[in-house]
C-alpha cells in the first residue's frame, strides 16, 4: 500500500484548521492578561489547558520513540501547578515548546522509516498510527475549551 495520502492527512489532522480553528489562529491575538484568567471557578485558565496540552503530547511522543520514557504521575504530572505564577515568558515557552514536538510528532508521521500501522516495540500493544490519532485529538479537544474558555472572557 501506497500511504502518502494517509500521511498527508494526518499531517493536516495534526496542524487542524480543517473542522476547527487552529492553535496559531487561537493564539494570535491573545491578549497576556488573558492567559491566566479563569471565566468561573472550577474552569482551566488559557495556560492551563495549553500547558496540559503540551504535557500530554510531550508525554505521548517521548512514550512513542523513546522505550525508557517514564510518564508524569496522572493527574499532577500533566497539569501545571496551581501556584505557578504564570508570566508572558512563561505562555511563550509553552508554546514555542508546543509546537517544536508538534513538529517532531509531524516528522515522525512523514518519516516513511515508521510503519504507522505497526506495533511500536515497547508499546503495550499500541501503534504509531494510534499515538499520532491520540495527540490530534487530545489537541483538538483541549483546543475547544481554550475557544470557550476566550468566548466566555469575552462575553
Known amino acids: 500500500m501506497d500511504d502518502k495520502a494517509l500521511r498527508k492527512e494526518l499531517i493536516k489532522l495534526l496542524k487542524g484548521g480543517q473542522a476547527h480553528a487552529t492553535l496559531e489562529e487561537v493564539l494570535k491575538n491573545l491578549k497576556a492578561g488573558l492567559c491566566n484568567k479563569r471565566p468561573q471557578e472550577g474552569t482551566r485558565t488559557v495556560y492551563e489547558e495549553l500547558e496540559h496540552m503540551r504535557l500530554a ?6 512514550y512513542t520513540l523513546d522505550p525508557a520514557w517514564t510518564s508524569p504521575e496522572w493527574p499532577d504530572g500533566f497539569w501545571p501547578s496551581d501556584n505557578d505564577e504564570m508570566t508572558e515568558e512563561i505562555m511563550l515557552n509553552s508554546i514555542s ?13 512523514k518519516n516513511p522509516e515508521f510503519d504507522l500501522t505497526e506495533l511500536i516495540p515497547h508499546g503495550e500493544g499500541h501503534t504509531y498510527m494510534r499515538e499520532v ?13 481554550i475557544v470557550r474558555t476566550l468566548s466566555q472572557l469575552d462575553e
Not at 133 to 145: E, I, P, R, T, W
Open 97 to 109: 515548546k508546543f509546537f517544536k514536538d508538534l513538529d517532531e510528532v509531524i516528522a515522525l508521521v
Open 57 to 62: 503530547q510531550e508525554d505521548i511522543l517521548r
Open 133 to 145: 490519532l491520540l495527540v490530534a485529538d487530545h489537541n483538538a479537544y483541549h483546543l475547544g475549551k
